[in-house]
């Protein structure tokens, strides 16, 4: 038995699987895993990482919040913002840390002080999800290869 996945923002459909063996969530209450008939769900997501598993092949995504509508049969995440952690530019990431810690340091107008609080908590989960997938010393299988060469 597996679970569809599709990861949704909205510019686009992110990534789909239909034949997945466990989803993990970054709910908005901690981590979440989800297995085929899984209870029906519908919850908010916070920021964190998405993996989505097949068999040894697995694919990660930087997600900054959202909803999930999980299914017995499928699981259908809503997010604000998801990027691939193949994707995640250590550099730029580096670079817009910096740049909203500084702001921040210096001090901002009320009206911007919001996003460049976002922006550091974007920077800062960007970079931990790199160094976790640095530190494992492997490569992990992507599962979606059509979708990856797309992004």
């Known amino acids: 038995m597996t679970i569809h996945v599709e990861v949704v923002t909205q510019e686009r459909k992110v990534f789909e699987e239909p034949e997945a063996d466990i989803v993990v969530l970054p709910g908005s209450e901690g981590e979440m895993g989800v297995l085929p008939r899984h209870a029906p769900l519908l919850t908010t997501m916070g920021y964190g990482e998405l993996i989505v ?49 500084r702001m921040l340091q210096e001090g901002v107008p009320e009206d911007q002080n919001r996003e460049a609080q976002l922006a550091l908590r974007r920077a800062e989960l960007g970079a931990r999800i790199h160094r976790r997938i640095q530190g494992r010393g492997s490569v992990l299988r992507i599962l979606d290869q059509d979708a990856e060469d797309a992004e």
């Open 53 to 101: 598993r097949k068999g040894p092949a697995e694919e990660r995504f930087a997600i900054y919040g959202g909803v999930v509508d999980v299914r017995p049969d499928k699981v259908v995440v809503l997010a604000d913002l998801a990027e691939s952690s193949f994707n995640l530019d250590i550099r730029a990431i580096e670079e817009a840390r910096e740049s909203a810690a």
